[in-house]
């Protein structure tokens, strides 16, 4: 059972991360020296995965869908590591397989997309449409929404790197 859910229209989705990239690079351009490393892998990460993954959906399913996604408890956690662990034994006869990893955790995230056949499916039903169906890069930006809703902080702390950021950008008194 999920903890919480969050619906994200994928035409908002890509003005989100353009607007991201769009303060990454005020930020690059701002910084004396070398900019933050943390701000060039998140602007890396938008560019060459979360944004190519949303301009797939947005081609597949218009700027109108939705995804519905939810928080993961330790429940849907237990769940998806007992999948990733039974594949890889089935598979390989041992334990972490990372494209697994991804594949369950995404499935067991889903409540409602354009590309499910029904409403909050089980992981059985969910995991082969991921795996099968779906562009890579569009299941990375899935793992990292999925993700953010799943941490604790949820959006609450400011994390660290971003901190150090924000003091390398400001001005000195």
Same mark, same amino acid.
């Given at each position: 059972? $999920?903890?919480?859910? =969050?619906? %994200?229209?994928?035409?908002?989705?890509?003005?989100?991360?353009?607007?991201?990239?769009?303060?990454?690079?005020?930020?690059?351009?701002?910084?004396?020296g070398?900019?933050?490393?943390?701000?060039?892998?998140?602007?890396?990460a938008?560019?060459?995965?979360?944004?190519?993954?949303?301009?797939?959906?947005?081609?597949?399913?218009?700027?109108?869908?939705?995804?519905?996604?939810?928080?993961?408890? =330790?429940?849907?956690?237990?769940?998806?590591?007992?999948? %990733?662990?039974?594949?890889?034994?089935?598979?390989?006869? =041992?334990?972490?397989?990372?494209?697994?990893?991804?594949?369950?955790?995404?499935a067991?995230?889903?409540?409602?997309?354009?590309?499910?056949?029904?409403?909050?499916?089980?992981?059985?039903?969910?995991?082969?449409? +991921?795996?099968?169906?779906?562009? $890579?890069?569009?299941?990375?930006?899935?793992? =990292?929404?999925?993700?953010?809703?799943?941490?604790?902080?949820?959006?609450?702390?400011?994390?660290?790197?971003?901190? +150090?950021?924000?003091?390398?950008?400001?001005?000195?008194?």
């Open positions: 059972m $999920p903890l919480e859910t =969050h619906t %994200i229209r994928l035409g908002d989705a890509r003005d989100r991360l353009d607007n991201r990239l769009d303060e990454l690079a005020d930020r690059t351009a701002a910084a004396d070398d900019p933050p490393t943390a701000v060039l892998e998140e602007a890396t938008i560019e060459t995965k979360r944004l190519p993954g949303v301009l797939w959906g947005l081609q597949e399913f218009g700027a109108e869908a939705a995804v519905e996604i939810a928080a993961l408890s =330790h429940g849907d956690m237990a769940e998806v590591t007992d999948r %990733i662990a039974g594949a890889s034994a089935e598979q390989f006869g =041992h334990g972490g397989v990372d494209g697994a990893a991804t594949t369950f955790f995404v067991a995230g889903l409540v409602d997309a354009p590309f499910l056949e029904e409403r909050n499916p089980s992981i059985e039903a969910a995991a082969p449409i +991921v795996g099968g169906r779906l562009q $890579p890069q569009f299941v990375q930006w899935l793992e =990292h929404e999925i993700d953010a809703r799943t941490s604790i902080d949820s959006g609450n702390v400011t994390p660290f790197a971003e901190r +150090v950021a924000a003091r390398e950008t400001s001005e000195p008194e």
